[in-house]
């Protein structure tokens, strides 16, 4: 066993070049196989049975939004020293080892996105507009003062993760999708509040379902008036673990009275949209217009992008721009937006004790019904967005 050990290090370490220079698809492919071998051996040189035992799905329809044991994440990591990031690991094992004092354990030094692969109509495997979110992490850490991930590196994690887990991307029809889920965490120790010397890149995958359970309808919302998302010159524009961590309990509070979700307004004057906890707000005007907010405190969300220059090439008028709450009321439809979320239906926010209803979604599911067939493959790919992960 040891002599394997040593030979597969010699291996990885005459493979590993960094990203400073090209590395060839071939030798990527290795590294990987190399990454994958010490990850079993290391395994078995703890003399325990697999920590992860992947799942065995027989009915891919039933899929919820939920996490599903694959075989396992891919894990790079950055020193301060070198100032650089290292050629990364497939690990089997879904648990992290952490020092007591890790940066993401007290400061919250956490972001995260969210991106789907799709088995197509073709058979193929699609991601979805990575790039876009390869950008948004970017803008995340100059943020949290993390180091940036290279597009190159998000993307070449994003397809290793995807590869080694091909066979959790539903298949075709299922109405399922693989979620995918890079995120970067402080991993270092420090005590005083300061840059930290190691960070940790993971992607991790898991195939998912519809985000709010099978066949509902649609969404009742609730303005929490008593609690704001965040501040206009926050953290609310980049994907911070700390904000979810902010929406918990008014989510909670909202569920205990029966919504499914909740809708923030703006905190300085409570007077305009801003979002909902895990989604973009949208909304289809009394004129047929999309509206949608644009402020400096809400997470420009990728597929409130793409669902934007659907309504455009649908010949829709899209006005991003303040949304007073008062105009919501004559919305011909209001629905959620993002990657876990797709575009759902809100059947109704309720503001203290008005309740406002919302119908028909003619607009909202046939912008929808768009989307997904250019991500399924059934339509044509207009603006680029989907690239085939090679497996
Ligand atoms: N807003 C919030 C707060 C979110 O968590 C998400 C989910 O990612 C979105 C909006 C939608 O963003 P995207 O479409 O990029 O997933
Ligand atoms: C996403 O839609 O990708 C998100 O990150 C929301 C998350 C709470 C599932």
Redesign the pocket.
């Known amino acids: 066993m040891r002599s394997m050990r040593t030979a597969l290090a010699l291996g990885r370490r005459s493979l590993a070049r960094g990203f400073s220079t090209e590395v060839s698809p071939r030798e990527m492919q290795l590294l990987q196989q190399v990454s994958r071998l010490e990850a079993r051996i290391h395994e078995m040189e703890q003399d325990r049975p697999p920590a992860n035992r992947p799942a065995k799905i027989d009915k891919w329809e039933d899929l919820a939004f939920g996490i599903v044991p694959t075989n396992g994440h891919v894990r790079y990591t950055w020193s301060g020293k070198t100032n650089s990031w290292d050629v990364g690991r497939f690990i089997a094992d879904p648990y992290i080892p952490l020092h007591v004092h890790a940066a993401v354990l007290h400061y919250g030094m956490c972001l995260f996105e969210?991106c789907k692969a799709f088995r197509c109509k073709d058979g193929k495997i699609r991601v979805c507009n990575l790039d876009e979110n390869s950008a948004r992490m970017n803008t995340g850490a100059d943020r949290l003062v993390l180091p940036q991930v290279p597009r190159q590196l998000f993307n070449e994690a994003v397809d290793w993760a995807v590869r080694a887990n091909a066979e959790y991307v539903p298949p075709y029809g299922s109405g399922g999708s693989m979620y995918i889920r890079p995120f970067l965490i402080g991993s270092g120790p420090i005590l005083g509040l300061q840059p930290c010397p190691e960070t940790t890149f993971m992607v991790s995958v898991t195939p998912v379902g519809n985000y709010f359970g099978k066949g509902m309808p649609g969404i009742h919302a609730t303005i929490m008036d008593q609690f704001d998302r965040a501040a206009p010159k926050g953290t609310g524009a980049v994907?911070a673990g700390g904000?979810y961590a902010a929406d918990l309990l008014p989510l909670k509070l909202a569920k205990e009275e029966g919504f499914g979700t909740t809708l923030y307004l703006d905190c300085v004057e409570n007077r305009y949209v801003e979002?909902f906890?895990?989604?973009?707000f949208i909304g289809i005007n009394s004129e047929g217009a999309y509206v949608t907010p644009r402020t400096s405190s809400?997470?420009p969300?990728?597929?409130?992008k793409m669902l934007m220059q659907i309504a455009r090439d649908k010949g829709l008028d899209v006005q991003e721009r303040q949304v007073e709450w008062s105009e919501v009321a004559s919305f011909r439809e209001v629905g959620a937006?993002?990657?876990?979320t797709v575009a759902v239906p809100i059947a109704s926010v309720t503001d203290q004790n008005k309740k406002h209803e919302f119908g028909n979604f003619e607009v909202l599911n046939s912008l929808r019904d768009t989307l997904q067939g250019i991500q399924y493959g059934e339509l044509d790919d207009p603006h680029g967005w989907m690239r085939e992960v090679e497996c």
Do not use: D
């Open positions: 969210g994907k904000n979002e906890s895990v989604s973009n809400i997470l969300s990728i597929t409130n937006c993002g990657t876990a």
